[in-house]
């Protein structure tokens, strides 16, 4: 299902709605929601790093680091170096940001793991981390055989392109069920904290979107990056 | 991205995970939530035919359509029209189910589309009626010039997909969007009917990720068809 047109373009959209989506999850969490901390009495600050970490981390450095290998004018060694880290840092970031959305709970007395958004969150952070070990043992140290890279690359792709959609949907599970609690709780339906973040959440799903175009388009040629000559 | 295995071990589990999904939204709805009704006094029972066509309607015939190519031992030509009629119907049920929410807001003097679940399932159905209208004008009647067909194939397949995927992850948002009214209005968050909730939308989950697993893979020969003439 590949598809015939040149990844390049889409990559760039990547960028740009990745430094879009960390900017509006900034602002939300800073400006509307009164700022992060790891050790606070108001135990909301502490919520705040998880909305954070999850979209700059898990999908906008994890969404960077799938579209390395179509987006980089490199060579293939430095590609996968990259792909690898980048993974690393997103699969850190994630687990940091689940622990915190815990910590929350735990020091504010809210019930852990009943939500649906939770017990994703916990399958995609176990797929993501076993999808990483998978890949760093096959395809980098030691490394399989020649035939297991050939079996293993188009389920590393399929496999990892699941994981990556359902951390995407997962993050929209989470910003509707925490403005959903705020509204509850009296925040206006209609207000600018509610379009801001179903705005955030729509961009998430622009990102990831582009993310899987990009990956299923084609790499680009060395002329392609006759740019960074100049 | 096309994977070398067969496409219908992936159909029968298809196949079997929809009638999984359709038993539980209707053992919630009507066991648990009171049942269905077009008028009634009790709003709730308007409400509850929008989870049960959504997810029998645009889900699960939908799902059956996109796989209509895979799982069929029939002619393209007779698969082609069953892939049109599947999602035709899948499409008037959408639109039946999405006006059952509306009707229920509105004599419940509830907000309209002010969530990320209505504002993504606006979206969804409006794309899902202009590919299935594009789809008929290009691939059925009165049908394109053949260079339009090649080239038009793959993006209708990648855009049917994405939207597709959209579909399934907007039904999880609207599982945890009602569960999350039902716990605030105080149903236990540990309780029987909020399990039932989340593993339906496990289920629903699973079948969208094997639909287009079974659009990923290969079609049948007509061998592996030997068993429809024992």
Known sequence: MAIGVKAL????????LGIAGAILVLVWCIHFRGGLAWESSNKNLIFNIHPVLILIG?????????????ALPLKKEVKKLIHLVLHAIALILGIVGIYAAFKFHN???????YSLHSWIGIGVISLYGIQWIYGFIVFFYPGGTAAIRRESLPWHVLFGS?????????????????????ENSGLAKYGSE??????????????????ILTALSQAPAEDDYSYTAI
Do not use: D, M
């Not at 906008?60 to 680091?65: L, M, N």
């Open 162 to 182: 699941f994981v990556y959609v359902l951390a995407v949907g997962n993050a929209a599970l989470g910003f509707l069920e925490k403005l959903t609690f705020l």
């Open 194 to 211: 509610a379009f801001l973040v179903n705005f955030t959440a729509i961009v998430t799903i622009l990102y990831g979107t582009f993310v």
């Open 58 to 70: 898990l999908i906008i450095i994890g969404g960077e680091a799938i579209i390395s290998y179509k």
């Open 9 to 16: 373009p889409f990559s760039f959209v990547v960028h740009a």
């Open 107 to 113: 020091e504010s007395n809210i019930a852990n793991l």
